[in-house]
């Protein structure tokens, strides 16, 4: 009687979590290979999206040194990308303490160079060159923000905003101008 229970707790448990990951993994949109523009990896792009929905969109803007990238999914704000050059010597926790999504979970890495959570993260890049019509007085910042109350696993988050980072280093914003 006791080994029926427990296998008729186990079927029951697993029968919830199926029912969950096959809801969770349902997509009628495909992820796209880039955020905003800049090529990224669909699997790393893809924990930081809302499960369902059926059509994902952008909306960008750049302002000279800004650029700003509201990602939706059927019209509802998913994620917001930023990219600025803010002036030189800032840790990415400075720019961070700015942000709206800042909460006391975020991991810093031991260079100061980007803090992440499960909501967000903010990395410096690194541009090499330098890029010369900025003359060491401004660096460039990358800031990848879930919209208000939704999280994604905070490791998930740290692998999108480094390759979004890593990504950007290698595009004309590094050398133009």
């Known amino acids: 009687m006791k080994h029926a229970k427990a296998v008729a707790a ?13 809801k969770e993994e349902k997509r009628a949109f495909q992820v796209p290979d880039s955020l905003c523009g800049t090529p990224v990896s669909a699997d790393l792009l893809s924990p930081a999206l809302p499960a369902g929905g059926e ?3 952008e909306e960008r803007k750049e302002l000279g040194g800004y650029f700003r990238c509201t990602v939706s999914v059927d019209g509802e704000r998913a994620l917001t990308a930023v990219w600025e050059w803010l002036e030189a010597g800032k840790t990415a926790r400075s720019v961070a303490y700015n942000a709206p999504y800042r909460d006391l979970a975020d991991v810093e890495s031991s260079d100061k ?24 007085e401004a660096e ?8 208000e109350g939704r999280t994604a696993p905070a490791p998930e988050v740290k692998q999108l905003l480094l390759a979004y980072a890593e990504a950007l280093s290698a595009s004309s914003e590094c050398v133009r101008k």
């Open 10 to 22: 186990l079927a029951l448990v697993l029968l919830v979590s199926g029912c969950s990951q096959a």
């Open 55 to 57: 059509k994902v969109g």
């Open 113 to 136: 160079r980007y803090v992440y959570s499960d909501t967000g993260g903010v990395s410096r890049v690194t541009c090499e060159p330098a890029a010369a019509h900025r003359k060491g």
């Open 140 to 147: 460039l910042f990358v800031t990848i923000a879930l919209s």
